[in-house]
Nanobody, 120 residues
Framework: QVQLVESGGGLVQAGGSLRLSCAAS????????MGWYRQAPGMQRELVAD???????NYAESVKGRFTISGDVAKNTVYLQLNSLKPEDAAVYYC??????????????WGPGTQVTVSS
């Protein structure tokens, strides 16, 4: 199993910034992607950004230019810098780790989530 622990959520005013951190532990072999998802009340969980073991990144259109993902998948750490926050960014943010063995998908692992609240 893989355990993910997030930190860094909180309450911030619109236009402010936060930095989320996530560390994975346990059976982290073949984890080759980590990322952040978010879920607002009544909404589906959605991808915010992810990073692959080779360093490539992927962002949701709604956060491009405002959020930055960084980290080292091989070291099982990922960060998300959230700048220019908007009220619509408020959600529970979940850290994700994805396991592939070769090209075979083996599963997703999730942290418990950290709340981001943005006041207008």
């Amino acid at each position: 199993q893989v355990q993910l622990v997030e930190s860094g959520g909180g309450l911030v005013q619109a236009g402010g910034s936060l930095r989320l951190s996530c560390a994975a532990s346990g059976s982290t072999f073949s984890i080759n992607a980590m990322g952040w998802y978010r879920q607002a009340p009544g909404m589906q969980r959605e991808l915010v950004a992810d990073i692959r073991s080779g360093g490539s990144t992927n962002y949701a259109e709604s956060v491009k230019g405002r959020f930055t993902i960084s980290g080292d998948v091989a070291k099982n750490t990922v960060y998300l810098q959230l700048n220019s926050l908007k009220p619509e960014d408020a959600a529970v943010y979940y850290c994700n780790a994805r396991r592939y063995v070769g090209s075979v998908y083996f599963g997703d692992y999730w942290g418990p989530g950290t709340q981001v609240t943005v006041s207008s």
